[in-house]
C-alpha cells in the first residue's frame, strides 16, 4: 500500500468541542503490545490531507493514538441510548472505540476519524473493549464493496494489528486483535438524541440540533429547526436504505444506535451480500425474527427516523415532525429507482417507465433466483450481454424486463476492462472465508490486497473511469 502524492493540505478541525461537554467523555486508547500495520488507505487519506504520513508516523497517529496536530487533543467516547432490535437499551454508548479526530475533507465537509477496539471506556460495561482482526479484515471488505457499490458508507481507513489474544463466543479462540480507524461524515446517532429525550434535557436537544443543521447540512438554527433535521434525516436515510438494495447488500444491525444522522451507514457487524433477490434473508444469526432482512430494511430505518423524531417533540411542532416523517416512503421509491438504474447502466427515463423497468427487474429476480452480482453483470447496459447466458434468463420474466427497458439508454460504453471479465466481483460469505483462511494459517494478506483492488476496479467500471 504505497503513499501518493498529497492533493490536499490536512485542515484539522475541533468543531464538535461545542456540544461535547454533554455528548462525550474524554478517554485514552488502550497501550497495545504490538502495533503492526495492515492496511491503509491512501485513496481516502488523499482526500484530508493524510496520505504523506510514513508508516512509521501512521502507526503513531492510528495505533498509539498520538493527537493529529490542531485536532482533537484527547479521544472521545460518544454518549448514546438506542432501541437495539425494538427494545430500549439506556446501558450503550461508546464501549469500543472513540471520535479522534476530525478534520474537512476536499470536498469542505466535516469529517471524524473514529475507531473499533481502541479499548475500554465508561461504556465497555463488561466488555473488553477490543476487536478481532478477523472483524477489521471484514470492514475492510464490506466498506470497499459498499462504496463501490454506490452506497454512502464509513470507509476502513486504518487497521493496526495489536499482539493480544481475545476470546470470543462466535468465533475459534483465540483469535488475533486489532485496531481500526474508519472515516465518517460524522458520528452522531439518532440514539445522540434519544438519550437526551430521556434525560429531559432540553436545552442540550436544541444545541445537538443546531450543531447537526450547521456542520452536516449547512443551515442556521431557528424555530423550525427539529423538523428541517428530520426532513434532512428522513432524505439521507432513505436513500441509504434503497442503496442496500440495489446492493444487495443486509447490514444486520440497524438499530437506532446505528443510524448516524447523514444517512452515512457504517458500524459493520454480521454483515451479508444476499446471493439471490431474497427479501427473508438475514445478516445475524440472532436475528431470529427478521426484524433486519434484506427486504425489511426500508422499514427497519424508518422505524429508526421515527424515533429521532419523538425525540425532538418537546422542541419541535408534532405536525411538523409528522409532515417531515411522511416524506420517507416517497423519498424512498424514487431513491430505490434511481439506485437501481444506476447499477444497471442506464440513463433514467420518466418516472412510469423507470418504475415499470424496476418493478420488472425486482420481479425476474424473485421469481427466477438468479444470482444478483450475475444479473448485473449480464445485464450492465440494459440488455443481455452475454449470448452463452441465455439459459440462466430462460425464465419468461426476463422477457418482459427485456421489454420494459427497450427505450433505455447505456449511460457509458462499457470499455472498461472489468467487464471483459467471466463474472462480476461479488462478496458473499464463502468467499469472505476464504480470504481470511492464509491470514490465520501463515499471515498470508496478499487475497485481501488483491480483493480490494479488485473491488476498487469495479467501482471504477461502474462509475466508467479510466475510459
Known amino acids: 500500500m504505497s503513499s501518493i502524492p498529497q492533493a490536499f493540505p490536512f485542515t484539522p478541525e475541533r468543531a464538535i468541542e461545542a456540544v461535547t461537554d454533554f455528548l462525550a467523555d474524554p478517554v485514552s486508547a488502550a497501550d497495545f503490545p504490538q502495533a503492526i500495520l495492515r492496511f491503509r488507505n491512501d485513496r481516502a487519506a488523499k482526500e484530508v490531507g493524510l496520505s504523506d504520513l510514513t508508516d512509521d508516523d501512521w502507526v503513531r497517529h492510528f495505533g498509539r493514538f498520538v493527537p493529529l496536530p490542531g485536532s482533537l487533543p484527547q479521544p472521545l467516547a460518544l454518549r448514546y441510548h438506542g432501541h437495539q432490535f425494538r427494545v430500549y437499551n439506556p446501558d450503550i454508548g461508546d464501549g469500543r472505540g472513540f471520535l479522534f479526530a ?197 422499514e427497519a430505518i424508518h422505524w429508526d427516523v421515527v424515533q429521532l423524531a419523538n425525540s425532538l417533540l418537546d422542541i419541535a411542532e408534532r405536525e411538523a415532525l409528522v409532515e417531515a416523517i411522511d416524506g420517507y416512503a416517497p423519498a424512498y421509491r424514487e431513491a430505490l429507482v434511481m439506485a437501481v438504474l444506476w447499477r444497471l447502466g442506464v440513463v433514467p427515463r420518466s418516472d412510469a417507465e423507470n418504475i415499470r423497468a424496476v418493478t420488472a427487474l425486482e420481479s425476474a429476480l424473485f421469481s427466477s433466483g438468479v444470482e444478483l452480482d450475475r444479473f448485473y453483470f449480464d445485464w450492465a447496459g440494459g440488455k443481455l450481454r452475454r449470448p452463452d447466458a441465455q439459459g440462466l434468463y430462460a425464465n419468461p420474466s426476463f422477457a418482459e424486463l427485456a421489454g420494459a427497458l427497450t427505450d433505455f439508454v447505456p449511460r457509458q460504453d462499457f470499455q472498461h476492462s472489468y467487464w471483459a471479465g467471466h463474472a462480476p466481483c461479488s462478496m458473499h460469505i464463502d468467499e469472505v472465508e476464504a480470504i481470511w483462511a492464509p491470514i490465520a494459517a501463515e499471515d498470508d494478506w496478499s487475497r485481501v490486497y488483491d480483493k480490494v483492488a479488485a473491488i476498487r476496479a469495479m467501482g471504477a467500471a461502474l462509475r466508467a473511469e479510466g475510459q
Open 102 to 298: 476530525q478534520m474537512r475533507d476536499a470536498r469542505g465537509r466535516l469529517m471524524d476519524l473514529g475507531t473499533k477496539g481502541s479499548g475500554q471506556t465508561p461504556y465497555s460495561r463488561f466488555g473488553d473493549g477490543r476487536l478481532t482482526l478477523k472483524g477489521a479484515v471484514r470492514e475492510i471488505l464490506a466498506t470497499e464493496m459498499l462504496e463501490a457499490l454506490g452506497v454512502e458508507t464509513s470507509r476502513t481507513f486504518s487497521v493496526i494489528e495489536t499482539g493480544e489474544a481475545l476470546h470470543r463466543g462466535d468465533e475459534p479462540s483465540p483469535t488475533r486483535s486489532a485496531v481500526l480507524v474508519r472515516l465518517n461524515h460524522g458520528h452522531i446517532r439518532i440514539g445522540s438524541f434519544q438519550r437526551l429525550a430521556a434525560l429531559g434535557e432540553t436545552d442540550h436537544l436544541k444545541r445537538l440540533t443546531a450543531y447537526a443543521l450547521s456542520q452536516y447540512y449547512g443551515e442556521e438554527d431557528g424555530p423550525d429547526a427539529a423538523a428541517r433535521l428530520v426532513r434532512h434525516v428522513v432524505r439521507q436515510t432513505a436513500r441509504m436504505a434503497a442503496s442496500f438494495m440495489a446492493a444487495g447488500f443486509v447490514h444486520g444491525v440497524l438499530n437506532s444506535d446505528n443510524i448516524n444522522i447523514t444517512g452515512e451507514s457504517f458500524d459493520y457487524g454480521p454483515w451479508r451480500w444476499t446471493p439471490s433477490f431474497d427479501p427473508n434473508f438475514t445478516a445475524a444469526y440472532f436475528d431470529e425474527q427478521g426484524l433486519y432482512a434484506f427486504g425489511r430494511q426500508a
